[in-house]
């Protein structure tokens, strides 16, 4: 019996054919580690533990590698307003994260990597996007230029002229175009900092999963998964950046899960309805 998987960025289900035979590389987006986790959370685990469980029940190799964002600017706030350090705070909630895991019996991934421990790696990639044309620098800032890249907004459905006139982001004025995104950004007073050719500073969100899954499951997987939450603008901009550098196809199957909701809304740590 063939598998078909249902592709987010076609629409449709088609055959499951991996890039090598037998072998199935899949990275899943993890927890923004600056408070405890909730049952959407768990849904998102359960979803991939299932699915990995039935690859590998078929005859698969799945190498799975699942991140845990440990810099960011909610960790950032959190962290201040507990008056400790963001690494103190992420590893505390990573090791509840873990006994969460535990608790509900999912497989642990292959591998798990923190952002943090991936900064060389990340600045690697923005120096490529650079000398590419793909991004640029604003003083310690650098964005990257989503015109430069014709692809962006094919995941999502969505074309840069309607995100352009209906963009809900304040207007920067360093930025080329409103949808231009962080890929590196200015150290602040009181910010974890690492160095780097921009000067002091740390990494933007989505450019931390294009360096991670790149270093462990190379320039192309079969499978990269997350809430649905993650297609715009998450995973649209680390298909960007991933492909900008290779040039080859970032994913061959994009999957996502939907919410678990509270009288129609989804469950959020940010709306507070749980």
């Not at 959407?40 to 533990?49: I, M, N, T």
């Not at 964005?143 to 995941?155: C, D, E, I, K, P």
């Not at 840069?160 to 809900?168: F, I, N, S, W």
């Not at 939907?258 to 940010?270: H, L, N, P, Q």
């Amino acid at each position: 019996m063939s598998i078909e998987i249902y592709n987010t960025k076609t629409g449709r289900k088609s055959p499951f054919v991996t890039l090598e035979e037998g072998k199935v590389k899949l990275y899943v987006c993890g927890i923004t580690a600056y408070d405890y986790c909730h049952i959407g959370h768990a849904r998102s685990a359960l979803v991939f533990d299932m699915i990995v469980r039935y690859l590998r029940y078929r005859g698969y190799d799945v190498t799975f590698v699942r991140n845990f964002t440990d810099i960011d600017d909610k960790i950032i706030k959190r962290a201040q307003e507990q008056n400790t350090t963001c690494d103190e705070l992420s590893s505390r909630f990573i090791a509840m994260f873990h006994e969460d895991m535990a608790s509900l019996g999912t497989l642990p991934p292959t591998i798990e990597p923190k952002a943090t421990e991936h900064v060389e790696e990340i600045i690697g990639l923005i120096e490529n996007l650079i000398r590419k044309g793909l991004a640029y620098q604003v003083n310690t800032d650098v964005y990257y230029r989503v015109t430069g890249f014709g692809g962006y907004g094919s995941l999502s459905g969505r074309n840069l002229e309607d995100m352009q006139a209906g963009a809900r982001i304040s207007v920067n004025e360093k930025k080329e175009h409103p949808m231009d995104f962080a890929l590196w950004k200015g150290s602040k007073p009181g910010e974890p900092t690492w160095e780097s050719p921009w000067g002091p500073g740390r990494p933007g969100w989505h450019i931390e999963c294009s360096a991670m899954s790149r270093k462990y499951l190379g320039d192309s997987l079969d499978i990269h998964g997350g809430g649905k939450d993650l297609v715009f603008p998450h995973h649209e901009n680390e298909m960007a950046q991933s492909e900008g550098v290779t040039g080859e196809e970032f994913v061959k199957y994009w999957v996502h899960h939907g919410f678990v909701t509270i009288k129609d809304e989804k469950m959020s740590k940010s709306l507070g309805n749980f």
